[in-house]
């Protein structure tokens, strides 16, 4: 029997979505079965009690199982695979009743004990058994990336056992692979923010967002939120613009959204009858830091992720700066920058707060626009920097052909002359040699 997502998905006409298959094997010891599929190609077993066997990339095969809470932690179960088990049994231990829905891959026969069917159609989460659902924490991070991606409302009843649940127990990994589905497949990620507030996930796990709760907006354009419903809405405007980043830097541009304001609650008050937060954009910099701790976010794919969504939140600020001087910055500002965070990134950040200060119950000539934003990425590109900074033209070795020894004058030569280069005063390697020159003596 087809089990889990992949049946959720077909039945919501969402067949290109998922690329996961998983197949439970009723009346079939693990070892028949493993034989058997080893005829189709290598097999790889996954458990010991319980075997999985994963083929290729996409395809998980398993027996059905129960599972018994034995200690504390998502991985604190006992499970027992049971080819004998009926559906109804195996399909009891799964998290909501979307999920508890097999197929027959021969005939199509769709088997629903626990109506899933139903609350597809009602778009609702709910919980399959709600003694056991409080067992594995995890649910609670998945409730909120199912409702955000797919629409759903999280049952009332399933919601109060969300609140009950300890997430403390969570490891860094698996709090990620939550909300990694959150941030790049929900349409409006922000609504999944919303969950993580009603279900008391950010005073358990996100102190960093807690911590925005609260805290009035700057300018006072907010009726409604504060800083954390701003957030939510900037999220929902980042989510717009990925689509043709790839994987790191989506992730990148989303965490920036995320951790944009983080600042704020340090920085904000009332100045001369107005609220201010007069330097949260570098005081977001550690909550920052903490924030990723939680997802153990580093490098993705050779990518150094943390490095740039700190420096997206430092500089944030930046595009909307150089547009009210935009008579007066020079390229060097536009050169200096990138080399410390991707212009096209922070373009991307940036307009998502623009247009995060729009919303229905705001009215519409409050709203705000990106023109500052359009205008910092065409100059960025104008001048070839969207992406990374220049290097230096003058390298070590050419000081070196010059006859100087290596000394600690070498690095003051390259800094002096690559400055000149950012100022576009140097534009090639024999103006860089010739300035060198002047500077040796």
Not at 160 to 172: A, F, G, M, N, V
Request: overall charge negative; aromatic content about 8%.
């Amino acid at each position: 029997m087809l089990v889990g997502g992949c049946v959720r998905d077909r039945l919501m006409g969402r067949e290109a979505v998922e690329k996961d298959w998983d197949v439970e094997v009723y009346g079939v010891e693990p070892e028949k079965l493993e034989k058997i599929l080893k005829e189709f190609g290598p097999v790889n077993s996954v458990g010991a009690i319980f075997t999985v066997f994963k083929i290729g990339q996409d395809l998980d095969v398993s027996i059905p199982r129960r599972e018994r809470k034995t200690s504390r932690g998502h991985k604190g179960f006992a499970v027992e695979g049971d080819p004998a088990m009926s559906f109804e049994e195996a399909c009891r231990r799964r998290d909501f009743t979307v999920n508890a829905i097999l197929e027959d891959p021969l005939t199509g026969e769709i088997v629903d004990p626990f109506e899933g069917r139903k609350d597809i159609e009602n778009e609702v989460l709910r919980a399959v058994d709600p003694n056991t659902f409080v067992e594995d924490s995890l649910r609670v991070l998945r409730a909120v990336q199912f409702a955000a991606r797919f629409g759903f409302e999280i049952e009332p009843e399933a919601k109060e056992l969300c609140r009950s649940i300890d997430l403390t127990d969570l490891p860094e990994e698996r709090v990620w692979g939550e909300i990694e589905k959150l941030l790049l497949k929900a349409p409006k990620p922000g609504e999944g923010l919303k969950l993580i507030y009603e279900l008391g996930i950010d005073e358990q796990l996100f102190p960093e967002l807690a911590a925005l709760k609260g805290v009035p907006q700057e300018p006072e354009w907010h009726p409604e939120g504060d800083v954390d419903v701003h957030t939510m809405l900037v999220t929902d405007e980042a989510a717009k613009l990925i689509d043709d980043l790839s994987y790191p830097k989506k992730v990148a541009v989303m965490l920036g959204a995320i951790c944009h304001d983080l600042g704020k609650p340090p920085t904000t008050e009332e100045i001369d009858g107005r609220i201010r937060s007069l330097g949260h954009d570098e005081a977001g910099v550690e909550p920052t830091h903490s924030f990723l701790d939680k997802l153990n976010i580093h490098t993705l794919d050779g990518y150094d992720v943390r490095e740039q969504v700190v420096q997206l939140v430092r500089y944030h600020l930046k595009p909307g700066e150089f547009y009210k001087v935009r008579d007066k910055v020079g390229d060097g500002a536009f050169r200096r920058l990138a080399r410390k965070v991707e212009p096209d990134l922070l373009y991307r950040v940036a307009k998502a707060d623009s247009l995060g200060r729009n919303a229905d119950w705001i009215p519409k000539e409050r709203w705000f626009d990106s023109e500052a934003q359009e205008w910092f990425i065409e100059r960025a590109r104008e001048l070839e920097v969207e992406e990374k900074g220049p290097q230096p033209i003058l390298m070590g070795r050419h000081l070196i052909d010059l006859g100087l020894k290596p000394s600690p004058e070498f690095g003051k030569i390259i800094d002096a002359v690559f400055e000149k280069q950012l100022d576009g005063v140097i534009t090639s390697l024999e103006d860089a040699i010739e300035e060198a020159k002047k500077m040796i003596g």
